[in-house]
């Protein structure tokens, strides 16, 4: 069985992410692919798909909406598992009691959820590092921002809040759904 994951990362965290579970799905009856969102070539070949992307304000990066939109109709007839990185910090409820990974559930996850059926939905915590180039309007923003004040520059979160426990034993979840459910085993070498 051929799996496909791809990613959209702005600063890596996201990327960071797609290949610890690429390294997780790469057990005996795996064939995994692992591919920035954008790279050149077919993904039409591929038996199932784990899609990733850094979300921003309760949004996934563009180019990784633009490519599930685009192949929207393929992906409704594989299994599919989506994937978001953003929140940091070391707190899981935030200050009004909500869970911080349910509040940054992006909104693209509604949509998709709607239209692929996606065997499961997962939000990540992300890294941050605030001497990082900034990439795009809204990280030239916030360095802007910040600039302006450095004290809430100083008050956010900074570090790498990833659970690689999580992270692995969520990929272990796929790899065993895949194996387990047949796919796998009526996909043609």
């Known amino acids: ?6 990613y959209a990362s702005r600063h890596g965290s996201t990327r960071g992410i797609a290949e610890r579970i ?8 795996l064939e995994v692919s692992l ?21 921003y304000m309760n949004a996934w990066l563009k180019e990784a909406t633009a490519f599930v939109r685009e192949h929207e109709r393929l ?23 909500r869970d911080v ?26 890294a941050w590092d605030p001497d990082a180039e900034p990439i795009g309007f809204a990280d030239r923003f ?3 921002f910040t ?9 956010m979160p900074f570090g790498d809040f990833r659970d690689w426990r999580e992270i692995e034993a969520w990929a272990e979840s796929i790899a065993t759904d895949l194996l387990g459910s ?6 043609p070498a």
């Open 142 to 144: 916030m360095r802007g």
């Open 75 to 97: 992906l409704a007839g594989k299994p599919v598992w989506l994937f978001s990185s953003g929140p940091v910090g070391p707190d899981k409820v935030d200050k009004h009691g």
């Open 1 to 6: 069985m051929k799996v496909l994951v791809t």
């Open 182 to 187: 047949g796919v796998a085993a009526a996909t």
């Open 22 to 29: 690429a390294e997780k799905l790469g057990r005996p009856g």
């Open 35 to 55: 591919r920035p969102i954008g790279q050149d070539g077919s993904v039409e070949q591929y038996d199932a798909y784990v899609i990733g992307s850094a979300a």
């Open 147 to 155: 600039g302006l004040f450095p004290s809430i520059k100083s008050s």
């Open 101 to 126: 990974l349910e509040a940054s559930i992006p909104a693209e996850f509604k949509t998709f959820s709607a239209r692929l059926k996606p065997r499961d939905e997962r939000v990540f915590f992300g």
